[in-house]
């Protein structure tokens, strides 16, 4: 939120402190890579946690006979998706970060 608000700010208010024409394309795409990742985080990460921690609160007595060996795989599915989101997030804020810099030196 701070990113946009910055963003107007320099746009519309400072304009002397926005960047050239070919740099603000740069800016925009990684304001648009970010919005993506808070999708990933509000879509996938935040879900996927609280199922986890609502699988793993649940009482060993209300298991049924091989119903915790079903609990594991289903907790460790649960966290190869937690782990690939997380990942794909991390390198989304990478790719960010690397287009806002060379947008902001143009």
């Given at each position: 939120?701070?990113?946009?608000a910055?963003?107007?700010y320099?746009?519309?208010?400072?304009?002397?402190?926005?960047?050239s024409?070919?740099?603000?394309?740069y800016?925009?795409?990684?304001?648009?890579?970010?919005?993506?990742?808070?999708?990933i985080?509000?879509g996938?990460?935040?879900?996927?946690?609280?199922?986890?921690?609502?699988?793993?609160?649940?009482?060993?007595?209300?298991?049924?006979?091989?119903g915790?060996?079903?609990?594991?795989?289903?907790?460790?599915?649960l966290?190869?998706?937690?782990?690939?989101?997380?990942?794909?997030?991390v390198?989304?804020?990478?790719?960010?970060?690397?287009?806002?810099?060379?947008?902001?030196?143009?």
């Open positions: 939120m701070a990113g946009l910055l963003y107007a320099i746009t519309q208010v400072a304009t002397s402190l926005a960047p024409n070919s740099g603000l394309i800016i925009q795409i990684g304001a648009v890579v970010t919005l993506i990742v808070l999708l985080a509000f996938v990460l935040i879900p996927t946690s609280r199922k986890l921690v609502g699988l793993l609160k649940q009482p060993q007595k209300q298991a049924s006979p091989g915790d060996a079903a609990m594991s795989v289903q907790a460790g599915n966290q190869k998706r937690l782990g690939m989101a997380a990942r794909l997030g390198f989304l804020l990478a790719v960010t970060f690397i287009l806002m810099i060379v947008g902001a030196s143009i």
